[in-house]
């Protein structure tokens, strides 16, 4: 039987909108940049020092003009929603800009202007690391106090509360970045307002050493010791858990956000995911950090890499569970649980890509096979912001990221 939120019509099969929960939409600029021997023994420590190198390039209007792309990118793939984990905020010396959100504008009106939806995921970030002072790089992405975070998540939210494509969410950037007093006020903050709580988590083993250093437990355990995960709360990778940290994530209802295709070319490892799917956890997932732009692809990760780890096949869910997971789950992670049904995307049924599937598989063939070029229809909020597989704007919005790319390079 085919689920009853796919609609078959003579050359279209019609899906609801799929979310991507975590974006970092300027790292798009790094595509293809960073896939080069730089040291002796590259990692996930080499990328960041190159991704920090291109942090220190952006302002305000090369933020807009790549995640412009990024997010045309993403819409003409399928995507509806875009979770974006915001945390470069501040001017090269990490004073505030004098319109202090004025990075976390470009992002949102980037996504207007492409017509998807964005969840503002406001990030904190706080130090350098335990007993680690800000590096130049990373002042950017800091603030004093928790006191000025939660001024900009109100100044934002005050100057786009009744916009339809707009909504908010808070983070920590990570266990490292955000010390653990601060990640409490933060969630008692985005409890009061009903806001989903995202932070990085347990992505890496040498996290999980430093947090043992400073507190004597690892991440999820430590937040799970102090009453902080709950059914709001999203944990991003979550790569590397013990099985009670697991059961914790599960029995809190909690969001797990897998990235498969960064944390593949990061070099992150393989988690758990049957385990945490089958202890409760709520899978979603996300583009991270935009090194491929396949939604699909990320969503059938979810299955396909459980089988490498496993050695076995049809471990965490088969072609339904996995829309869901694409769909309502991520939709739900962004505070936008009741919205999911309002975007749809139609893919091309005729298209050499599903040719000969009787319908009762065409789910299956879409999930386990289908590349951003099948789509052919992205409606949001009411609004068809692809047809026959165009963009209106896209050409305009490749010729100004072209632009931008040739100054930052
Ligand atoms: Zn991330």
Known sequence: MISPHI????????????????SHAFQRAMRGRVQRPTHKADSFWSWRGAMYQLARAITPDTMYAVARL??????????????EF???HHDHDGRPYANRTVMAEAVIEAAIDVGVRICLIRTAYLRGGFQQELSPAQKRFSDPSTDSILYDCQTLHSRYANHPLVNFALAAHSIRATPLTAVQELSRWAAQQNLPFHMHLCEQQRELAECRAEYNVTPVQLLADHGLLNERFVAVHATHLSEAEIEQLGQNRSFVCLCRTTERDLGDGLP?????????????VGVDSHCSENPFEEIRAVELDERSRLEARMVVGGADFLLDVATRQGYAACGLEHAWLEDQIALDRRGIAFTGLADEHLLDGVIFNASPSTVREVSINGQTIVQDGRHPKQEAIIRDYQLVIDKIF
Request: charged share 10%; aromatic share 4%.
């Open 272 to 284: 758990a995911t049957s385990e945490l799917a089958n202890a409760g956890a709520r899978l979603c």
């Open 86 to 88: 915001h945390y470069l």
């Open 7 to 22: 609609t078959l019509e003579p050359n279209h099969i019609r899906l609801p909108g799929l979310a991507t929960v975590h």
């Open 70 to 83: 990024a997010y045309l990118e993403l819409a003409l793939a399928g995507v509806t929603l875009v979770g």
